[in-house]
Nanobody, 122 residues
Framework: QVHLVESGGGLLQFGGSLRLSCVASGSILSISRMGWYRQAPGKQRELVASIDSGGSVDNVDSVKGRFTISRDNTKNTVDLQMNSLKPEDTAVYYC????????????????WGPGTQVTVSP
């Protein structure tokens, strides 16, 4: 089994910075892509940023220039550095591990963390 745990969420003011961290644990052999998604009240979950094992990054236009995703393949961790935060960034942020190969399983799995709340006040 694979477990993802996020940390680093909180309440802060407009323009502030926050760093989210996620660690994936279990009998993991490899993770193709790790990423961060968010879901604001009344909205669908959306991709914020993701990074593959080679370091290729994909992120949504609204966070370009403000958010930076990084990953440590040896530790199965992914971080999201968020700068210049805006009230519209308020959401529950979820860590995702896609294309995960686990020892003893013959398929690639997709796993999610429970989420961490980020609230940005005006």
């Amino acid at each position: 089994q694979v477990h993802l745990v996020e940390s680093g969420g909180g309440l802060l003011q407009f323009g502030g910075s926050l760093r989210l961290s996620c660690v994936a644990s279990g009998s993991i052999l490899s993770i193709s892509r790790m990423g961060w998604y968010r879901q604001a009240p009344g909205k669908q979950r959306e991709l914020v940023a993701s990074i593959d094992s080679g370091g290729s990054v994909d992120n949504v236009d609204s966070v370009k220039g403000r958010f930076t995703i990084s990953r440590d393949n040896t530790k199965n961790t992914v971080d999201l550095q968020m700068n210049s935060l805006k009230p519209e960034d308020t959401a529950v942020y979820y860590c995702n591990a896609a294309g995960t190969l686990v020892h003893g399983l013959s398929f690639l799995g997709d796993y999610w963390g429970p989420g961490t709340q980020v609230t940005v006040s005006p």
